[in-house]
């Protein structure tokens, strides 16, 4: 755990467990660590807390509201975290994931804690006016406000994703740098956001200079893209269908060709009708279960890291994952079928399907968990609103 | 002294950048404070500006980036540290070289008053 979290996250969980101590608590739960945020000095989830009126006197006030103080003194020194405690840390991490920072500082904790809706800190913060979307909200204020300075130089470039994705981060890296240069020196984040921006000068200005810098390959990804991924801000379906009638357009295409061949070669051979069943069974069969697995693996990546409106739940991604392994054994199944003309539950094919229906269950969640956390900053970022003001 | 702004820098500020690289490898925000000093604070330069710059060169394989290492208690998003590659030695000699015998040549024309 402590190698996953910044200096100042540690502070505020070694800090969260003398809170516990001076209540009287024999356990460190996710109320102390939000009593330690709103004290913590680095200032980066304490000054959020405050904007929204939360200073550590109303949170301690309301933690013993809650929970009675203890009445003797604590004699241990490092007192166990609450399984939600745990929970909240861990979530601090993957977090702090998604916007590739490897290490979760007082920020992310502080998101950690809002993911535990059952836990004391929520109860604490909901009892003093705050609902958790309103402080997730005004965590990720200026963070958007520096994001979307970046995004109107980058969005316009026709680049490819992974070199948009270098250049958004580490020119957020720089801006948030000045950020934090300007924040130090005028104290109040509007100003600095504004002042930053000024010396990190021109999006539009810059975004003109971006181009002139790309390789001409980059233009060719970008058409790419343009027709097999996803468009923001389409919806899934309406991507997963797009995504199917390329695959059924290209499929047409190249087995006509292939038919063609085949034909002008050998003429009407024996065969020939089991060649084009074959072909006119992967024809039809592709594109239906590309379509389903296309919404599946966008669904089991949201619902892994519970972003894009999903809840996080496990048993949703086993649930996507199953029907995964499904449509893959199904189609499999059909096109059997398809070719042979009949097919026998005790044959081949069946044993065949199941097998490929349990790799690609397993293969399918390793490749998510790869290419998530990439897939959803690039998402994030593409849906940045950066024409309203920030 | 008027200060020299981006679009004087045009065309120098390659060069420039390959010229700071020269004394070990940094990211985006040390270049720019290494321009800063070496300018005495007379470069006025957009900082965004600086990437396009860069982009170029790293295409051209002047200089060489990688992602920062992550650190223990660092916060923030990654940068990327550029160093100087062996063909960025040769085209900022030869840089240096042009831009000596294009001050000496000018120089000598507009030093002294007639």
């Known amino acids: 755990m402590a ?11 070694a800090l969260a467990n003398e809170e516990a101590r001076s209540l009287g608590h024999e356990y460190v739960g996710t109320e102390h660590i939000l009593l330690a945020l709103t004290r913590d000095s680095s200032g980066t989830a304490s000054k959020t807390l405050a904007a929204l009126g ?9 933690i013993e509201k809650l929970v009675r103080r203890g009445s003797n003194p604590v004699t241990i020194r490092t007192l166990p975290l609450t399984p939600r405690a745990m929970r909240a840390i861990d979530d601090a991490t993957l977090e702090a994931a998604v916007f590739n920072e490897k ?3 007082p920020e992310h904790l502080l998101l950690g804690l809002l993911n535990e809706g059952e836990g004391v800190a929520c109860h604490v913060l909901i009892n003093l006016g705050v609902t958790p979307a309103e402080l997730r909200k005004e965590v990720f204020r200026v963070r958007l406000a520096l994001m979307k300075i970046v995004e109107r130089a980058v969005r316009p470039l026709p680049a490819g994703t992974p070199t948009k994705r270098k250049m958004r981060e580490e020119l957020l890296a720089h801006l948030s740098a000045i950020y934090q240069e300007e ?12 002042s930053a921006a000024s010396r990190f000068g021109d999006p539009a200005a810059l975004s003109t200079e ?5 390789p001409a390959h980059e233009q060719l990804s970008y058409l790419a893209e343009r027709l097999f991924a996803w468009r923001a801000p389409e919806s899934i379906v309406y991507y997963a269908l797009r995504q199917s009638l390329n695959t059924l357009c290209i ?5 006509v060709v292939l038919f063609a061949g085949v034909w002008l070669r050998f003429g009407w051979f024996d065969n020939i009708w089991t060649f084009i069943r074959t072909l006119a069974a992967i024809a039809v ?3 239906p279960a590309q379509f389903v697995l296309t919404i599946a693996t966008i669904k089991m990546r949201d619902s892994l890291w519970g972003v894009f409106g999903s809840r996080k739940s496990l048993a949703q991604t086993i649930w996507y994952d199953s029907l995964i392994a499904l449509i893959f054994a199904v189609s499999l199944m059909a096109f059997a079928y398809a070719v042979r003309g009949s097919v026998d539950l005790e044959n081949e094919p069946l044993k065949f399907a199941i097998i490929a229906g349990l790799v690609a269950s397993v293969l399918f969640p390793l490749l998510v968990r790869l290419t998530g956390t990439n897939s959803i900053r690039d998402t994030q970022w593409a849906l940045l609103d950066i024409e309203a003001a920030s | 002294m008027e200060p020299i702004s981006g679009d004087k820098l045009r065309g120098h500020l390659e060069l420039l950048i390959l010229a ?11 270049i720019l404070r290494r321009l800063e000093v070496g300018g005495c604070g007379l470069l006025k330069l957009k900082e965004g500006s600086l990437y396009p710059a860069l982009y170029r060169l790293e295409a051209a394989g002047h200089v060489a980036a990688s992602w920062e290492r992550e650190q223990h208690g660092r916060r923030g998003a990654r940068g990327r540290i550029y160093r100087l590659t062996s063909k960025g030695q040769r085209v900022l000699e030869r840089g240096r070289a042009d831009w000596q015998t294009f001050v000496i040549t000018l120089g000598g024309i507009l030093a002294t008053p007639a």
């Open chain 1, 3 to 13: 190698q996953t979290l910044t200096n100042q996250a540690r502070e505020a969980v």
């Open chain 1, 54 to 62: 939360i200073s550590p006197e109303n949170v301690r006030a309301e």
């Open chain 1, 103 to 105: 290490c979760a500082g």
């Open chain 1, 183 to 194: 924040l130090a020196r005028l104290g109040d984040s509007s100003a600095a956001i504004r």
């Open chain 1, 210 to 214: 971006l181009q002139a810098s790309l």
């Open chain 1, 251 to 255: 499929l047409i295409t190249v087995f």
């Open chain 1, 285 to 287: 069969i592709t594109p």
């Open chain 2, 20 to 30: 700071t690289l020269e004394r070990g490898e940094a990211h985006g925000l040390e």
